[in-house]
Structures are given as C-alpha cells and as structure tokens.
C-alpha cells in the first residue's frame, strides 16, 4: 500500500510528551488541533468550520529537537506520514488519526523563531513494536478527549475522492476570491492539509487561539 503523506498547520494544544526506552531510543509525542476555514459565498466571510485534532509522533534526533522547541500554543507546521488507527473501549470501536512526522518547524506567519544547530551525536535506534505500543497506550487520554477520523480522511485512505463535491465548490470560491484581488483579512489562507498528489484542502487558516504563547526569541 502506498504511503499517504500530508502537511498539516495547526497549533500544539500541550506541551509535547518525551519517551526514553530501554534501548535508548526515543519518541516525541503531540497533538496539533487544526482549525477549518471556509469562504460563505453567501456572505462573502470567511467562517469557522470544526476542529480536527492529530497525533504528531517524533523519532530519534527529531524527537529531541520538537522536544526542546516546541510548547503548549505554538503554531507548527508538519510533514509527515499519514496514520489511521483504531482501538476498542466499552464495546465501541473507535479512530484517531496519527502523523508520524519528517518534518517539524514554527509557522512563521504567526510569529518570530531563531534556529540553532545542535551538537552532533547519535541519533539512536528505532523504538522497538512494544515500546511504540507503550507510547500510544500513555497517549490514549488525547483520542479519548476527541471526536472520531472525519469521514473524508476514512474516504482518502479507502481510495475515495477525500473532499465532497461541496468542499471542492468552497476550494474555488477561495481560489476565485485571491484572483479578484479579495482584501479580506484572511484572503492569504493555504490549504492546510495536502495530500501526496498535490491537492489541498480548502482555504483554511488556522487562527490564533486565546491561550497561544509566543515564539522562544
């Protein structure tokens, strides 16, 4: 089965969570809420759509960076490999989607970051199945707290269209909007989640939540 990859722009809701294995590797663990946005043709405004909410994974040297770098507020952009997985409680199957990252880094269009190179080093082995599953199972609370996959990332993965004819409607209103030069306040709106293909999703922006901590200088 081919790879699904996807970036996602969002903001992390907790401070990311270090796991240290017995064979000395590593994995960094977030959660990035991803807010949709869609023009109202109606009435020419952008409006908020729903919340979707990732698992971010980190491994080896990028799970000690996104550990060092990143805290509860601040807007990120991933790349990444997409993940659907499922677990039962109370009788109830349920979903949650996961991004098993390749990429971390600030969404400068929020704010202001500096880079510093680490000191190079080893950057360890790869967690062993138990030690992943151990991970998933202390991150468990952050699925249980939200809503189920959304039905068009189940559509994407089963090979569907991943967007209903409707969203690819609102996707050429925005597109429409930036041609005549719209001044709204978030006529700059990227797609916020792509897929491998190059499609994107409506013109989303994620907007800057109330208790939202600025960039380390």
């Given at each position: 089965?081919?790879?699904?990859?996807?970036t996602l722009s969002g903001n992390v809701t907790d401070d990311p969570k270090q796991f240290h294995f017995g064979d000395g590797s590593r994995a960094t663990s977030m959660r990035v809420a991803v807010n949709r946005r869609f023009l109202d043709r109606q009435t020419q405004?952008?409006?908020?759509?729903?919340?979707?909410?990732?698992?971010?994974?980190?491994?080896?040297?990028?799970?000690?960076?996104?550990?060092?770098?990143?805290?509860?507020?601040?807007?990120?952009?991933?790349?990444?490999?997409?993940?659907?997985?499922?677990?039962?409680?109370?009788?109830?199957?349920?979903?949650?989607?996961?991004?098993?990252?390749?990429?971390?880094?600030?969404?400068?269009?929020?704010?202001?970051?500096?880079?510093?190179?680490?000191?190079?080093?080893?950057?360890?082995?790869?967690?062993?199945?138990?030690?992943?599953?151990?991970?998933?199972?202390?991150?468990?609370?952050?699925?249980?707290?939200?809503?189920?996959?959304?039905?068009?990332?189940?559509?994407?993965?089963?090979?569907?269209?991943?967007?209903?004819?409707?969203?690819?409607?609102?996707?050429?209103?925005?597109?429409?909007?930036?041609?005549?030069?719209?001044?709204?306040?978030?006529?700059?709106?990227?797609?916020?989640?792509?897929?491998?293909?190059?499609?994107?999703?409506?013109?989303?922006?994620?907007?800057?939540?109330?208790?939202?901590?600025?960039?380390?200088?």
């Amino acid at each position: 089965m081919s790879e699904i990859y996807v970036t996602l722009s969002g903001n992390v809701t907790d401070d990311p969570k270090q796991f240290h294995f017995g064979d000395g590797s590593r994995a960094t663990s977030m959660r990035v809420a991803v807010n949709r946005r869609f023009l109202d043709r109606q009435t020419q405004t952008w409006q908020d759509g729903e919340t979707t909410y990732y698992t971010v994974r980190c491994y080896r040297a990028l799970a000690d960076h996104v550990a060092q770098s990143v805290r509860r507020g601040h807007p990120v952009v991933v790349s990444g490999k997409l993940r659907v997985k499922q677990f039962e409680r109370g009788g109830e199957q349920r979903f949650w989607v996961e991004v098993e990252a390749v990429s971390v880094g600030h969404d400068l269009k929020w704010g202001i970051t500096s880079f510093e190179r680490p000191v190079r080093g080893s950057s360890g082995p790869v967690a062993a199945p138990r030690d992943l599953r151990a991970m998933e199972d202390a991150t468990r609370e952050w699925e249980l707290a939200t809503v189920a996959v959304p039905p068009s990332t189940l559509r994407l993965l089963e090979g569907g269209a991943g967007r209903p004819d409707d969203e690819q409607d609102s996707l050429d209103a925005v597109y429409d909007s930036h041609a005549e030069g719209s001044n709204d306040e978030h006529g700059d709106a990227a797609g916020v989640v792509s897929a491998a293909d190059g499609s994107k999703d409506d013109g989303n922006e994620t907007p800057w939540p109330d208790n939202a901590m600025p960039l380390a200088a």
